[in-house]
């Protein structure tokens, strides 16, 4: 095989616009001359071509369902097991459970409280593998979220955000919990009577860069979505905890990036917790300035020098010293 890839063979379609596309880039290779273009393409050829991706949906779909089967092995549950046929399961269900219609096509056939079980195995790998695609099926799909969030998994997936003795767990544990609840009300109420903000704290405290991240991308999402979290966030402390973690030197840039991002949000869209970012003993305005001399002009980073850019701008505003004074 080349190095430059010519010589792979294209990925398997999944939908009719990858078919499409997997026939023309055959067509591409063997015939330059001809248009490759689907909308070329005549009727009779476009029929064949829906008759064989509904032969590959059907297979699609059994495959599917001999997987989820094989997840409802005891093998699961028990360990000292050999669960290499469960981890291929959920390695094949992988593959197709973030597109939304076999999503959906899981849910029918009765895979989601599989999934749940799977995060009770003794094995961490059929755990972050059953997280992960929870997190796949439910992300931006309004029908799974709500089919999942009846088998009352927000607080399990915070238990294991919180304690598994596996990282990987816990980081795919938090992305599940993020895809479940994200501009989803009834999972941000499951989310909060979990008191499920302590959890996320902890789990910036911890020191773990991915669970940093997406601890605070979804701290973010949630500030956007919802001011009543406002008062609650600043009473816990979490300017002090953003603030925290920026002080830190041996802090990486990916979660400097969203943990400033996290603190504009929260400054921006919340008076109080911007006069709690000019409180003097903090330094913030030095830290941020430091930050921001450091960073400067650096291409990669240009994301975290816009969100320190746009917080400086806001505590140099005059109405920043009002606010501040009349919190004191």
Same mark, same amino acid.
């Given at each position: 095989? !080349? ?11 999944? &939908? ?14 063997? #015939? ?9 393409? #005549? ?14 949906? @059907? ?8 997987? @989820?089967?094989?997840?409802? /092995? ?5 360990? *000292? ?34 999934? @749940? ?10 755990? =972050? ?5 929870? *997190? ?10 709500? !089919?999942?969030?009846?088998? &009352? ?15 990987? =767990? ?41 669970? @940093? ?16 979290? $406002? ?21 990486? &840039? ?22 709690? /970012? ?19 002009? $650096? ?9 320190? !850019? ?15 004074? !009349?919190?004191?």
């Amino acid at each position: 095989m !080349s190095d430059d890839g010519r010589g792979q063979t294209p990925r398997q379609p999944r &939908n009719l616009q990858g078919l499409l596309n997997f026939c023309t880039e055959i067509t591409a290779r063997e #015939d330059t001359t001809q248009p490759t273009s689907i909308q070329h393409l #005549d009727p009779e050829r476009r029929r064949f071509l829906e008759e064989a991706l509904n032969s590959l949906t @059907v297979n699609v779909a059994k495959q599917l369902a001999e997987s @989820v089967k094989s997840l409802c /092995c005891e093998a699961v549950t028990m360990g *000292g097991e050999d669960v290499t046929e469960q981890e291929e399961a959920i390695a094949m269900i992988e593959e197709h459970a973030d597109d939304m219609n076999y999503a959906i096509d899981l849910y029918k056939m009765g895979a989601f409280p599989v999934f @749940v079980r799977c995060l009770d195995s003794p094995h961490s790998s059929l755990r =972050v593998g059953a997280a992960g695609l929870i *997190g796949d099926v439910c992300q931006n799909n309004l029908q799974c979220q709500q !089919s999942m969030i009846t088998l &009352n998994v927000v607080p399990q997936l915070l238990h294991m955000v919180d304690g598994d003795e596996d990282i990987n =767990v816990r980081v795919k544990a938090l992305y599940a919990l993020s895809c479940l609840i994200r501009d989803f009300p009834d999972g941000e109420k499951e989310f909060m009577k979990a008191e499920g903000f302590s959890y996320l704290m902890r789990a910036m405290q911890s020191g773990v860069e991915k669970l @940093v991240v997406k601890s605070a991308f979804l701290l973010s999402r949630l500030i956007q979505g919802n001011d009543s979290y $406002k008062a609650e966030l600043l009473s816990m402390g979490y300017v002090e905890q953003l603030f925290t973690i920026l002080s830190n030197e041996e802090t990486d &840039n990916i979660s400097r990036e969203h943990c400033t991002a996290a603190l504009l949000s929260l400054a921006s869209s919340y008076p109080p917790a911007l006069a709690e /970012c000019m409180r003097p003993e903090l330094h913030l305005n030095h830290l941020l300035t430091t930050r921001l001399k450091e960073i400067k002009a $650096k291409q990669e980073l240009q994301e975290e020098e816009g969100y320190i !850019s746009e917080l400086l701008k806001l505590m140099e505003r005059p109405e920043a010293d009002g606010e501040e004074n !009349s919190c004191r």
